[in-house]
């Protein structure tokens, strides 16, 4: 079974540029999530999708973070425009029902740099 | 801040000593979940853990969950190399019932052989 994939696995950008990170989860999970790790942190949602729609987006920065899931598979997270803060791993999850107890098998992540 | 605190943030051990690393909250959670993450890669899934109590045996790995559902451990006998990574606690906590997790702040581990 082909795990979680991530691209790119690497960007650097300057600030106040944009950029887009895509994602493609494990075939036939419902449930899609959006992680940030700041060096030093542990991961901290962002989005969660169930299907093709949100679940929880409380912790995303709208102003602008925005994320997708057309058709209820692949999932893109954009970020317009990006700030210093912004340097992190984004790292995409999915899991097969998205319940308390449900295994997220999460992807290699996308290790941004702002400059 | 931090729902969940681990500690110690990092630790350095010699092959075949023994480690314990603690995952503390003031709050209860529903499940609680251990995870290990290496570098260039996402975490990985060790053990789930949800009732009060509960331990969990996984070779040499033990897993405990408090009584009060707030605190959790792992305890490694004999570390060997393989074991080196950051262990990252997260929990979800009630009534969420989406799986929202929260982590912790992760314990960086590393064995010399």
């Known amino acids: 079974e082909a795990g979680v994939a991530q691209s790119p696995r690497y960007k650097i950008i300057e600030k106040r540029q944009s950029v887009a990170f895509w994602c493609n989860p494990i075939?036939?999970?419902?449930?899609l999530y959006w992680y940030q790790q700041i060096l030093g942190q542990g991961p901290k949602l962002l989005i969660q999708?169930?299907?093709?729609?949100?679940?929880?987006d409380s912790q995303l920065p709208k102003d602008r973070f925005s994320a997708e899931r057309l058709k209820g598979v692949d999932s893109t997270l954009k970020i317009q425009p990006a700030k210093l803060e912004d340097s992190a791993v984004y790292l995409c999850?999915?899991?097969?029902?998205?319940?308390?107890?449900?295994?997220?098998?999460f992807g290699p992540g996308t290790r941004l740099t702002v400059l | 801040t931090q729902l969940l605190e681990q500690s110690p943030q990092f630790l350095s051990i010699q092959e075949g000593e023994n480690l314990t690393v603690y995952c503390n909250s003031s709050?209860?959670?529903?499940?609680l979940q251990w995870y290990r993450q290496e570098p260039g890669e996402g975490p990985v899934l060790l053990v789930t853990?949800?009732?009060?109590?509960e331990v969990k045996k996984l070779k040499r790995l033990t897993f405990q969950f408090g009584d009060a559902r707030k605190d959790s451990s792992l305890h490694i006998t004999a570390a060997q190399p393989g074991d080196t990574g950051l262990y990252l606690c997260?929990?979800?906590?009630?009534?969420?019932?989406?799986?929202?997790?929260?982590f912790g702040a992760g314990t960086q581990v590393v064995v010399t052989p």
């Open positions: 999850a999915s899991s097969r029902s998205g319940t308390s107890t449900d295994t997220q098998y």
């Open positions: 075939s036939g999970h419902a449930t």
């Open positions: 999708f169930q299907n093709n729609g949100v679940v929880d």
């Open positions: 709050s209860v959670f529903s499940s």
């Open positions: 853990v949800v009732t009060g109590g």
């Open positions: 997260a929990g979800t906590r009630p009534p969420d019932s989406w799986g929202k997790l929260q």
